[in-house]
């Protein structure tokens, strides 16, 4: 978990599925992935209660889960309580995703084990923007 080497080969991927993706502008979701887009990054919001309302977030489409997205992200990004990971980690697995990212200060260790056993690269309590920052300077 956390090698610089996996965090700086995930930066090099395109299509971020964010989870809890909000449409609030001063929300940490909705600026960090703004960046991210503004950085040629294609993101794909997953957020239940916006799906349902038929709501775009950055001018994509919500969806509301990872199995309901038109193509198979390459980084599953997540802003969710620790408590929501188990369950992303097991959609994930069923869903043959391959990179998870768990944005700064969210932890779930237990979760994180799982999903490397299931061959999951896992980052966690990082931030993909400050990180991103830092593999441009």
């Known amino acids: 978990m956390n090698e610089p080497a996996v965090i700086r080969e995930i930066l090099q991927l395109k299509t971020i599925a964010v989870v809890g993706l909000s449409d609030d502008p001063l929300k940490p979701s909705h600026y960090v992935s703004a960046y991210m ?3 040629g990054f294609r ?3 997953v957020n239940p209660t916006l799906a349902a309302a038929g ?3 950055l001018g994509e489409r919500s969806y509301a889960s ?3 997205l038109p193509v198979k992200p390459d980084v599953v990004n ?3 309580l ?3 990971i188990p369950a992303i980690v097991d959609e994930m697995l069923a869903l043959g995703l ?3 990212w768990v944005q700064q ?3 779930n260790l237990e979760a994180a084990a799982r999903a490397e056993q299931g061959g999951i690269r896992v980052v966690m309590d990082r931030c993909i923007m400050v990180e991103h920052r830092k593999s441009r300077s």
């Open 105 to 107: 200060g969210i932890v």
């Open 78 to 80: 997540v802003f969710r």
């Open 43 to 45: 993101i794909l919001p």
């Open 66 to 68: 990872l199995a309901e």
């Open 55 to 57: 709501a775009e977030v």
């Open 98 to 100: 391959k990179n998870l």
């Open 37 to 39: 887009q503004q950085h």
């Open 82 to 84: 620790p408590k929501a």
